[in-house]
């Protein structure tokens, strides 16, 4: 067995075990105002950065899938943990995470020490989407911050822009995701941008043919080609659908003309077994809604069942007598 399928089937086996512990209206006495505070600051920021409602709404996917939606996604590195940030898949690409700073600010000013990091990302998703015009759900709290966070298991678990839709089926049942829960979640990318970066090899490079992926329509190359030419800046960014701001179901018709932005993206309608649902959601908006509000809820419930604590800055585990040992007299409190 490949050493991330026996990684992720153990981390299912315990999540499925903490899940129940998870249930609307978990802060209903602790923290009333919780989700009318996250929906308030979301729309804030969407005011001032329209893209930091995608770039948040990625974060329940980083999180989540790297043992379980516990926060460790956001954690800073420190001299002696490196965290996801910095990992293959986060680097340079990741954003947005002072939006989650400010969420949390606005939470422990109401109610401090209550609201988890963890849940924050899945409020704030939930809000993004619905912020974008897309699905609203109830979404399930009561998640611990992690203590720790991994660089290698982030390396190791997040798929990179070249997988393909027969290796994302596998990686995703491995979390009891179904085929239904990979196109439909994929269809978050109906909403944001991505880098040149992840669309090079597509571009002049595919599968190492020196040629272009003939998946992609002419029209379309055309364009990237000129966004992103051979030698040029790779962090230049591109919509990843027709109308990056609105969570709509453009991405799925974009699937079907041939002008999916990553190689993840396209391959899911090339391949036969993703395919039905990818014109499932091409014709049909509502079925799209529905199916990929389902899929949150099933990506949120992915646990690890580690021990876990209600961090006060999303970005540090909360100082202890413990966690100063150790770092060499540098003052770790949270301030
Ligand atoms: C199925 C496998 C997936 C792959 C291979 C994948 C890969 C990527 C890549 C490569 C980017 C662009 C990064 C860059 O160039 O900097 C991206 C962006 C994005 N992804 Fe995914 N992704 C997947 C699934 C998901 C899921 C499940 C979600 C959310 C539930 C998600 C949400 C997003 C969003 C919203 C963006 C745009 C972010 C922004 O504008 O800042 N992705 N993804
Ligand atoms: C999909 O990706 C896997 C793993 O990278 C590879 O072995 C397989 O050949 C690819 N399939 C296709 C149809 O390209
Ligand atoms: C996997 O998900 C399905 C559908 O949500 C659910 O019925 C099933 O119980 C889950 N499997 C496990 C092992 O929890
Ligand atoms: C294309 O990819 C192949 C295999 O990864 C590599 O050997 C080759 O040097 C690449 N060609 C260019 C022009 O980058
Ligand atoms: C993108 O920008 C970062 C930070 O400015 C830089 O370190 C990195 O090398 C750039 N990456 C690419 C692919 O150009």
Request: hydrophobic letters at 35%; proline letters at 5%.
């Amino acid at each position: 067995m490949h050493p991330l399928a026996a990684l992720a089937f153990c981390l299912c086996t315990a999540a499925m075990a903490a899940a129940a512990d998870l249930r609307p209206g978990y802060y209903a006495d602790s923290c009333p105002q919780a989700e009318f505070i996250v929906r308030d600051v979301m729309r804030k920021a969407s005011f001032r950065d329209p893209r930091s409602q995608a770039s948040v709404m990625r974060l329940q996917f980083h999180d989540c899938f790297v043992n379980g939606c516990d926060g460790s996604v956001l954690l800073d590195d420190t001299p002696t943990m490196m965290g996801e940030k910095l990992s293959l898949s986060n680097i340079n690409s990741l954003r947005s995470f002072e939006v989650v700073d400010e969420v949390k600010e606005a939470l422990e000013a109401a109610c401090p020490e209550v609201v988890s990091c963890a849940d924050i990302i899945i409020m704030a998703s939930r809000d993004a989407v619905a912020l974008s015009g897309g699905p609203e759900w109830e979404v399930k709290l009561g998640r611990k911050d992690s203590l720790t966070a991994s660089y290698e298991d982030s390396n190791e678990i997040m798929p990179s822009p070249r997988s393909n839709a027969s290796y994302l089926v596998d990686l995703f049942s491995k979390y009891n995701l179904s085929i239904q829960d990979l196109v439909s979640l994929s269809g978050s990318h109906s909403i944001g941008k991505g880098r040149c970066f992840s669309v090079m090899f597509r571009l002049y490079n595919q599968s190492g043919s020196g040629k272009p992926d003939p998946a992609m329509e002419l029209k379309y190359r055309e364009k990237l080609d000129k966004i992103c030419p051979l030698g040029g800046d790779e962090n230049v960014t591109v919509a990843l659908d027709a109308t990056p701001e609105v969570f709509d179901n453009q991405y799925f018709k974009d699937l079907v003309s041939g002008r999916g932005f990553l190689n993840s993206d396209e391959t899911l309608y090339t391949f036969p077994k993703t395919r039905p649902f990818v014109e499932t959601y091409r014709d049909d908006q509502q079925k799209f809604y529905k199916d990929f509000a389902q899929g949150m809820i099933r990506l949120g419930d992915l646990q690890s069942g580690r021990p876990g604590e209600i961090r006060r800055n999303c970005r540090l585990v909360n100082a202890n007598k413990h966690s100063f040992i150790g770092y060499g007299g540098k003052n770790m409190e949270v301030s």
